[in-house]
């Protein structure tokens, strides 16, 4: 060893198990697997999970605390300034190309995901399948519309377009008009609606 140098040392060089110490708040006992998380825990002065539970709830208590009068989205003043008439999209609605453009967005999320697939009515499959057999047709299943629509069938040979409705169907009757009066024009396709009770 040169001349000058000292030899760097650790005082945790020596510690052997149990790796042990306590709590820096409340003082109780607190072990650890090895031991590297155990020096980190006596560097940082670590606390236990009940000291830490009882800390971040004392910063995020459930109705305001802490948060709330951090949060600026959160005080009074800012809330009356950006909710109700006072919001720059009051009363604004998107034009019907930019909806478009936000389903079509919305189905490139859906199929680049890990599975890309989309869910299927609960009886879809068996009814679509009862159709293909009665009017002895190939329907192509979870068909893109390049409307950013996905109906549920499409038969490219009478150019047929086939939707299963649930139950829920009743309760957007306008909205599933608008949307299959814009595929019919776009497409020039015949719609079959088949209810699924």
């Given amino acids: 060893m040169r001349s000058g140098w000292k030899k760097k040392t650790s005082k945790f060089i020596n510690v052997l198990p149990p790796f042990e110490k306590p709590c820096s708040r409340c003082g109780c006992q607190m072990t650890y697997d090895n031991k590297y998380t155990f020096i ?74 890990i599975n890309g697939c989309l869910s299927l009515g609960k009886n879809e499959k068996l009814l679509l399948d009862e159709q293909e057999k009665t009017d002895g047709v190939k329907i192509i ?38 949307r299959e009066t814009e595929i019919c024009t776009r497409l020039s396709c015949d719609f079959i609606i088949i209810w699924d009770e």
């Fill in 141 to 178: 299943r979870q068909w893109d519309t390049g409307l950013g629509y996905v109906v549920d069938g499409y038969c490219p040979e009478t150019n047929t377009i086939y939707e299963v409705y649930e139950k829920y169907h009743n309760k957007q009757v306008q909205k599933d008009l608008e």
């Fill in 40 to 113: 980190y825990s006596l560097r940082d002065g670590k606390v236990c999970q009940h000291c830490s539970n009882k800390i971040n709830g004392e910063k995020s208590s459930g109705n305001g605390g802490w948060m709330k009068e951090h949060n600026p989205m959160k005080r009074p003043e800012v809330v009356a300034k950006v909710s109700g008439k006072n919001n720059h999209r009051f009363g604004k609605r998107h034009s019907k190309d930019t909806l478009r453009k936000m389903r079509v967005s919305a189905l490139l999320r859906i199929q680049n995901q």
